[in-house]
């Protein structure tokens, strides 16, 4: 069954460090979105992408977050420059669009901010 | 806005017991409802769904109805496993127009143990 990925599934930071998180799609997919929990609480949504564009971001998702689709198969979520409360599993999912608005997950990328 | 409120947990069980976690939900329309489960360690994993009021979601033995009118999606089991111990989401995701996003928005969780 088609998949999303990650990478990496850790990854530790210093703060005000650059990192990049990765993410392949389900290749058909056209609509693809980033969301965050913070150990031991909801899961939150960031941002969604779909035809090249960011189509809505949440509050959380300010001037130092970016996403960006290089090529025909990544995505990636970059964050400019970390904090210590960007610490959080972050999810790569991706939809379709159709039947039923169903989104699958990866299976996250952990970071931490030292 | 959208809202989705589920049961406070933790839920402890023991193994064959019936299960029951309570989810209600705010929202415009006709959203679509989800379950998701994440086993210690892993992802999100879809768990069942249900598009249109009535429909019922099923998977694994688990199950769920859209009940429109009391906004309730509850996910039931008739008797739980040992491997049924992990983190329970119940999330919405509103139906909007083609091309829309259609992000989804999540409960708090709920943490469910089974002991043998």
């Known amino acids: 069954e088609p998949e999303v990925t990650q990478t990496p599934s850790h990854q530790v930071t210093q703060m005000g460090q650059e990192v990049i998180l990765r993410c392949v799609p389900i290749s058909n997919h056209l609509y693809f979105y980033w969301y965050r929990q913070i150990l031991g609480q909801k899961v939150e949504f960031l941002v969604s992408f779909y035809n090249n564009e960011i189509s809505e971001k949440s509050e959380i998702f300010d001037d130092q977050f970016s996403v960006e689709r290089p090529d025909g198969s990544n995505f990636t979520l970059k964050i400019r420059s970390t904090k210590l409360e960007d610490s959080a599993m972050y999810f790569c999912?991706?939809?379709?669009?159709?039947?039923?608005?169903?989104?699958?997950f990866g299976e996250g990328s952990w970071l931490t901010v030292v | 806005g959208n809202s989705v409120t589920q049961m406070e947990g933790p839920v402890t069980l023991s193994e064959e017991a019936f299960l029951t976690i309570n989810c209600t939900y705010t929202a415009t329309g006709y959203p679509s409802l989800f379950w998701y489960v994440q086993y210690p360690g892993e992802g999100l994993q879809l768990l069942l769904k249900a598009t249109k009021a009535d429909d019922k979601g099923s998977n694994k033995g688990f199950e769920a109805t859209y009940r429109k009118e009391t906004t309730s999606f509850h996910l039931e089991k008739g008797s739980v496993q040992v491997s049924d111990s992990a983190v329970y989401f119940c999330?919405?995701?509103?139906?909007?127009?083609?091309?829309?996003?259609?992000?989804?928005?999540f409960g708090s969780g709920t943490q469910l143990t089974v002991l043998p």
């Open positions: 999912a991706s939809g379709s669009g159709r039947s039923g608005n169903t989104i699958y």
């Open positions: 999330a919405l995701s509103p139906r909007l127009s083609s091309g829309s996003a259609r992000q989804l928005t």
